[in-house]
């Protein structure tokens, strides 16, 4: 067995002084991690067996302790709904959404503008004509206008603003919300990854995130609205192979909270969704963008790496990443309604988890425990 930090303390063979100056006796060896570990396991295993149903779990940092685990409670975690105070008429109100072209983000154009909410959403290919585009301009509303938008454009962010600016019947009194959904993702090992491709996942993920976010503020803190921050179950945990986009989210929860100290004196709140598992409802990967990765990749190794793993390591993590791909999901609304309540709430929370019972979970454990347990549980 193995011996690492924290609960792996397994207890060196110390002496302790004993009274009448007798021989020391051994101290009796601790035996915590076994014990942790196969409760944890026994205790996750039965929740795998649950029926893949989707629950929003949702909550202020620190009040979001349910009771997964637990006996005692007779209504079921998933079962907590969102408080139902809302701010005043969203009629009047005015959101901009960033990737409405597909899954998340054009879902939630929809929803917001069918809210009742003047809803701005930006489009990377509404130049090119794309479906997600033509559908929502045949809504043909005054409260759903799609614009052309590319987050990693600074002359596309700052024309984004200003034709929200004016189309404001009041820009002194600023626009309410901006939805950072927009992203991308990809996956393979540190080894497999080019620095380019780091470059590329971030510069959409992270830095759109932040350029859009400080275009906006100045119209946000007019209004003291609502900033809303798409990130991951995996911006709070990381996993093998996903390091390319791992660190672009745990970038966007790091600016998310910095920016939430920073606004609280000013009355913008800045809430963070942490979806789980949706890959099969949304355009985020398909086969065969899996393959256009996967086939780019091996051609950009470096022979030492390519020869160190070998081809059939590798099509074993693709062929993962394929069975990854094909799971999840397939109802979107626990994001949707979690946005919602971000931009509706009177005291929206910090954090929305939007995500699987199993997923829940393990994302409790490798944020809460030692690393020497959660890696035991779910890595190695
Ligand atoms: N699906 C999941 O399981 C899941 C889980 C956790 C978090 N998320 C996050 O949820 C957000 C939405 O993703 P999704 O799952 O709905 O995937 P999606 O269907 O691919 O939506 C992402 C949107 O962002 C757009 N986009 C890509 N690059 C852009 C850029 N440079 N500027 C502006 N827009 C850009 C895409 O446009 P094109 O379609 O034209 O490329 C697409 O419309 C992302 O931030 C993602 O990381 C998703």
Known sequence: MRRRGGLAQVGHPETRATPGGRKPEPRRRLTILPVATMLTARLSRPLLQLPGKTWSFSGRENEMRHTLLSSTSSVPVACRTYAADTVSPVGSKAVLVTGCDSGFGFSLAKHLHSKGFLVFAGCLLKDKGDDGVKELDSLKSDRLRTIQLNVCKSEDVEKAVETVRSSL??????????VNNAGISTFGEVEFTSMDTYKEVAE????????????????????????????????????????????????????SDCLRYEMHPLGVKVSVVEPGNYIAATSLY?????????????????????????RK????????????????????????DAVTHA??????????????????????????????????????
């Open 169 to 178: 019947q009041d820009p002194e009194k600023g626009m309410w919300g901006l």
């Open 204 to 255: 959409v993920n992270l830095w759109g995130t932040v350029r859009m976010t400080k275009s906006c503020l100045p119209l946000i803190r007019r209004a003291k609205g609502r900033v809303v921050n798409i990130s991951s179950m995996l911006g709070r945990m990381a996993n093998p192979a996903r390091s390319p986009y791992c660190i672009t989210k745990f970038g966007v929860e790091a600016f």
């Open 286 to 310: 398909s086969p065969e963008r899996i393959q256009a990765i996967a086939n780019r990749m091996w051609d950009e190794l470096p022979e030492v790496v390519r020869r160190d793993y070998g």
């Open 313 to 336: 390591y590798f099509d074993e993590k693709i062929s993962k990443m394929e069975n990854y791909c094909n799971s999840g999901s397939t109802d979107t609304s626990p994001v949707i």
């Open 343 to 380: 931009l509706t709430a009177t005291t929206p929370y910090t954090r929305y988890h939007p995500m699987d019972y199993y997923w829940w979970l393990r994302m409790q454990i490798m944020t809460h425990l030692p690393g020497a347990v959660s890696d035991r549980i779910y890595i190695h």
